[in-house]
C-alpha cells in the first residue's frame, strides 16, 4: 500500500480496530511503509506518541506518552475513548475535521504539553480514518516566552470576558441603595429571584429603580456571564414591535435587508431579557411573547422557521396590570405567566427615612461623572427633600440635586436655601425654602434608625452596613460620631 503525505495528514489505512488484550504496536492499521520512515522520526524527536480510530478510540500508544499519563498497562487503554484518557484532548476534532493542529499546549496530569496532531486518510477513499498525535515537548523551559505569551493572552481573554458580562449588566444590588424595612424586603426578594430562573414582574412607578433591580438581579444570577438585553415597550413604535422582538428573515418585505436580523429574544439567548413598560405591549403582541415563553422558541418575521432560545424574561411596569386584566386590555394568560415572582418597588414617600442615604449616593455618582468634588448636603435640605411628594421618585430626586450644582457654581455644600429653588410649586413655580430646622431634627433620627437597621441586618459589621446604606464605610464612622450612635449598642 502506497503512502504519501497529503492535505497536511498522512494517508494511510486502519483495517479495524485491535482487539482489546492484543499488544500495543504502531504496525497495527499502518502501511509499512508509513512505520518505516515517518514514525521512528517522529516518536524519536517527540516525548510520547498516540493513535486514534475513526471513532477517536486509541489504537496504539507508546511507553513514554504512558509514563506521562501515569499508566501502568498500555493494553488497558486500547479501545477506549482517548477523551476518558486524556480530557483536554483535541484528537476528536482532528477526525471530525480531517485538519491538523500542528502546534498546540495541552494539560495533562498537571503538566503543559506541546503537542502536534495530524489526521490520517484512507489511501483509496481519501477518507479519515484516524489520527496521530506527538508531544513535541513535556518541559517548557526552553518554550517560556512564548507559554508567558500564551497565558497572558488567556488571561486577556478572560478579562475581557468578564468586562463584556459587566458591560450587559450596570449596577448590582448594592446600586439599589436604601436600609429602611421597605428596601430592605425588596433586596430580599430581588435576591430571591436572582437564584431562580423563574420570570419576575417588577411593579412601581417610574423612577422607582426597575431597570438598576433587574440589572442587579441579571448581575446576580447564574446567566451573570450571558447577554442581558433591554427594551422599552413604550419607546418603540407598533409597527415595529414585532420585528423589534423576534427578528426579521432575509427579504421579508419590501426595503428589508437581505441579511437576517436577530431579534431581541435572540441576542439574548443564554442571558436575560428585560421588558421595560410591559403594560404597554399590544394585545396582537401579547399572544406572540407568550408563545415565546412557554415554547422556548420564536419566528422571525417573514420566515416559516422556528428558533429556539433560552432566556430568562424579566418584565417592569407602572401601569396597574390587574385592572387591564379585569378590563381586557391584558391578557390574563399572559399576566399569569410573568406573575410568577412579584417584586413591588416603594414610591420615594413611601420610605422617606433613606432620603439622606439616597442623597449621599447620587451626589457621590453625581461628582464621578463630572470630575468635580463632591458635594455635601445639610441636614437641613434633606428635610426639605423629604418633605416633598415626588412624583417622579429617584430620577426626580436625582434631576433636582444635578440642577442644584449646575445653578450655583463650585458649590461644595448644598442647604435648604440653595436647593430650593430647584424644587419646584404644585402649580409649577419655585418655592422658598420654609423653616425646617424640627424636620432636621426628625431626619437626624431617621438616619439613627436607617443606620441601626443597617447595622442589625449585618449583625454588627460596619463594612457591610456601609454597603447596605450605599455609603463608603468612612461615611458611616463619621455620621456615627455625628448622630452620637454607639454601633456595639
Known sequence: MATSKREGGFRAAFPGEPRRGDSPSPREGLS???????FPIFEQASAGAISVDVDSR??????????????????AVIGRPVARIIPHTRMPEVVRSGRPILLDIMEAHGQQLVVMRLPVHDEASGRVIGAVAFILYDDLQPLTPMVSKYRRLQRDLAAAKRALARRGARYEMADFVGASPEVLEVKRRARLAAARQTPVLLLGETGTGKEVLAQAIHAASPRTEGPLVAVNVA?????????????????????????????????????TLFLDEVGDMPLALQAKLLRAIQEGEVEPLGSNEVQPVNVRLIAATSRDLEAMVAEGSFRSDLY??????????????????????????????????????????????????????????????????????????????????????????????????????????????????????????????????????????????????????????
Open 235 to 271: 419607546a418603540v413604535p407598533e409597527s415595529l414591535l414585532e420585528a423589534e422582538f423576534f427578528g426579521v428573515a432575509p427579504g421579508a418585505y419590501t426595503g428589508a435587508d437581505k441579511r437576517a436580523r436577530q431579534g431581541k429574544f435572540q441576542l439574548a439567548d443564554g442571558g
Open 336 to 489: 399569569y405567566r410573568l406573575n410568577v415572582l412579584t417584586i413591588r418597588l416603594p414610591s420615594l414617600r413611601e420610605h422617606p427615612a433613606d432620603m439622606g442615604i439616597l442623597c449621599e449616593a447620587l451626589l457621590e455618582k453625581l461628582a464621578l461623572e463630572s470630575g468635580e468634588p463632591r458635594a455635601e448636603i445639610t441636614p437641613d435640605a434633606v428635610a426639605l427633600l423629604a418633605a416633598q411628594p415626588w412624583p417622579g421618585n429617584i430620577r426626580e430626586l436625582r434631576n433636582a440635586l444635578e440642577q442644584t450644582l449646575a445653578l450655583n457654581e463650585a458649590c461644595s455644600v448644598i442647604d435648604a436655601a440653595t436647593l430650593a429653588p430647584a424644587l419646584p410649586r404644585p402649580g409649577g413655580e419655585t418655592s422658598p425654602a420654609p423653616p425646617l430646622r424640627p424636620l432636621a431634627e426628625a431626619v437626624a433620627e431617621a438616619e439613627r434608625q436607617a443606620i441601626r437597621q443597617a447595622l442589625a441586618a449585618s449583625g454588627g459589621n460596619r463594612s457591610r452596613a456601609a454597603r447596605l446604606l450605599g455609603i463608603p464605610r468612612s461615611v458611616l464612622y463619621t455620621k456615627l460620631a455625628k448622630l452620637s450612635l454607639d454601633p456595639d449598642n
Open 32 to 38: 509499512p511503509q508509513a512505520v518505516d520512515i515517518l
Open 58 to 75: 486509541i489504537t496504539w500508544i507508546n511507553d513514554s506518552y504512558c509514563r506521562l499519563l501515569g499508566i501502568s498497562d498500555p493494553q
